[in-house]
């Protein structure tokens, strides 16, 4: 978990230098769901979220329980992305299943959301800032831990 977390860390510093990690999550597999599930959150130097997930599934899932802004454009047969003002979402999927998000919430922006898996809007009083980078640096930085993944 520790070598995973680290091949995290490279991915998203290459790509966005102004994010610590602040935390790593590994759920144990569930034969209904998900096969695997790991996650890494960081945190910008302004507040700014970034979120890293890895999971498999072994059936069509659909990705609009993802939190997202906008819709999900399809950029190619392994690629999705939502490309919000204050939700960016890139999602990263390998043939067999083994899927990357990378989401970057600005400033309160992760407050608007609520649930796992829901995207339940939140009321809050707090404007939410720009998601940080851009769609291409997040589909970079999904497909770099994506290889990382596949490679394990």
């Known amino acids: 978990f520790v070598d995973f977390t680290n091949a995290i860390d490279d991915a998203v510093s290459g790509q966005l230098q102004a994010f610590t990690a602040e935390g790593a999550t590994e759920l144990a597999a569930d034969a209904s769901a998900c096969v695997t599930y790991r996650s890494v959150q960081f945190q910008g130097d302004d507040e700014a979220t970034l979120i890293v997930a890895v999971w498999r599934v072994e059936g069509a899932t659909d990705p609009y329980w993802v939190p997202n802004e906008r819709d999900f454009a399809l950029l ?59 769609a291409q640096q997040l589909i970079a930085i999904g497909r770099e831990v994506l290889s990382y993944a596949l490679a394990r």
């Open 76 to 134: 190619d047969d392994a690629t999705l992305v939502s490309d919000g003002e204050h939700i960016r979402v890139a999602l990263v999927v390998a043939a067999d299943g083994t899927t990357v998000r990378v989401s970057s919430y600005g400033v309160h922006a992760i407050d608007s959301v609520a649930g796992w898996p829901s995207t339940v809007t939140v009321a809050t009083d707090r404007q939410p800032g720009q998601a940080p980078g851009t």
